[in-house]
């Protein structure tokens, strides 16, 4: 039975969301570079970073348009609340004050990037309406590793975070 029109169109359309997103991060890496820096990110992690963020966006992307993309549903839907959640953190500590997912020449609010990534999440879900998925254990084999990989990348961007704090707090008590 072939893929019904809106499931393929809801793929497409967040792929290349995340497409287009990681373009705009891999031409202007210095906006980058300094959204991640204003974040808390030291200038090691940043560098790092310039790289994972766009990657992982890219793979999310194609992965999205791949055979095997519910799997890939579930990860994206994901990826996209730990990095909310971050952005929330951030937006509560006042250290970033736009959010420059598709580069500074498209800075918004970080509350409407936070809004437009709980959309996403529910659109990404409509496939699953769509197609009558039931929740039950055989997708434990999808959900488990999904939420492990998010966990994971809470745990990371964390540890980065607070080794930006702590680096910019040992370098404002040694100045002053």
């Known amino acids: 039975m072939s893929e019904p029109y809106a499931i393929l169109a809801i793929r497409f359309l967040v792929a290349f969301l995340f497409v287009a997103a990681a373009w705009a991060k891999i031409r202007d890496p210095e906006s980058l570079r300094y959204r991640l820096i204003e974040a808390g990110a030291s200038a090691r992690s940043a560098g790092l970073l310039l790289v994972l963020v766009p990657l992982t966006e890219i793979v999310t992307g194609v992965a999205l348009i ?102 910019a707090r040992i370098l404002s008590e040694n100045e002053g």
């Open 66 to 167: 791949s055979t095997n993309w519910l799997a890939v549903v579930v990860w994206t839907q994901l990826l996209l609340a730990v990095f909310t959640i971050y952005l929330f953190h951030l937006v509560r500590k006042g250290l970033v004050e736009s959010c420059s997912c598709f580069g500074a020449g498209l800075d918004v609010p970080p509350g409407q990037a936070i809004i437009r990534n709980f959309v996403l999440i529910a659109v990404l879900a409509i496939p699953y309406s769509l197609l009558s998925l039931p929740l039950n254990p055989a997708h434990a084999e999808i959900f488990v590793p999904s939420v492990l990989t998010g966990l994971a990348a809470t745990m990371v961007l964390t540890a980065f975070h607070m080794l930006g704090r702590r680096q």
